[in-house]
């Protein structure tokens, strides 16, 4: 029995120990993050309406908006937009990609693409649009730009991707163009079919628009590439993880706590499976041009109503702000 406590104690302390060593890793990683203010939900029109605490206490939402940020601390629109769901009591993640020329209502500045309002009034705006648009009550947000993407799939080890022969071109045009705007090689892609791309090369296949069929081909190149890098991370070893960790902190903004993403990084993922949705779904939306600020534009004209129930049926109901 002695030698069993002994045995015990020691397992333990391994455990505390170990424990204590990652919170001090965190803490001081997450110090390169830029960390923003909280929002109250009446700040961001999160809608609370039919909400409780038992439907929402296993579920964290964040919206998710990649910047296209051609200089350091340039307000720029959001180049991609998603809403990401976990649903830890049934062990599930889900992802909601919104496309970035759908016309809505932003407010104080009228109907006009969603993807401006970042740049019109930052993560706060952006936040109040997705919420008014879709019903949602998102207060969380994170935001990265083209360099922290590109260090993402580096820190994985690339993504395996099904080049086309009409996106060979443009992947490389869209790697000289990240080249002259932040520097770096432009490692070619030589031909097309199933290959490994690195973060560059990722970086311009995801920016590809305006070949095949068009942004919704591109949101499916997004998600295609995303839903690799949740596979590879749930299953990475704790090095891997910290690795990662190191390369990306410097290029997020959020106004997550630092309590909150360290609870969300050392959570196991590995049970957990990936959902995903375009919005505006099919069948909901017309294209077409509409002058937005005196400027022809290019907008998905959409029957809102048919994406909010499409929405709340894929989130099940309810997008809570708090892990």
């Known amino acids: 029995m002695g030698s069993f406590l002994k045995t015990l104690l020691a397992i333990l302390l391994t455990i505390s120990i170990t424990g204590f060593i990652l919170w001090i890793y965190f803490e001081t990683k997450i110090s390169h993050i830029t960390f923003t203010a909280e929002f109250k939900p009446e700040e961001v029109n999160a809608h609370t309406e039919g909400q409780t605490e038992k439907s929402t206490s296993s579920k964290f939402a964040i919206a998710l908006f990649g910047l296209d940020a051609r200089q350091e601390g340039e307000r720029a629109r959001s180049d991609t937009i998603m809403i990401l769901l976990i649903d830890h009591a049934k062990k599930k993640i889900k992802l909601a990609s919104i496309m970035r020329d759908l016309y809505v209502y932003v407010p104080t500045y009228g109907k006009r693409k969603i993807n401006s309002a970042y740049e019109l009034g930052g993560p706060k705006l952006a936040l109040s649009t997705l919420n008014r648009t879709f019903k949602l009550s998102l207060t969380k947000y994170a935001t990265v730009d083209f360099r922290g993407f590109e260090k993402i799939i580096d820190a994985v080890g690339g993504v395996e991707i099904d080049v086309k022969y009409y996106e060979l071109e443009h992947i490389n045009i869209n790697m000289r163009e990240v080249k002259n705007l932040i520097g770096g090689d432009v490692p070619e892609v030589k031909r097309p079919g199933l290959q490994r791309l690195n973060g ?46 190191d390369m990306v902190l410097p290029y997020i903004e959020t106004n997550l706590t630092r309590s909150e993403i360290i609870s969300l990084a050392t959570k196991n993922y590995s049970k957990y499976t990936l959902e995903r949705i375009r919005i505006p779904i099919n069948g909901s939306f017309r294209e077409g041009y509409t002058v937005i600020d005196g400027v022809k534009q290019w907008i998905f004209d959409t029957d809102i109503e048919k994406n909010i129930q499409a929405l709340h049926e894929f989130f099940e109901t309810g997008l809570p702000s708090n892990p």
């Open 200 to 245: 560059r090369q990722a970086l311009g296949y995801v920016r590809i628009r305006y070949v095949g069929n068009g942004d919704y081909e591109r949101v499916q190149r997004q998600q295609r590439v995303l839903e690799q890098v949740f596979e590879k991370l749930k299953n990475a070893s704790i090095s891997t993880k910290l690795r990662i960790i």
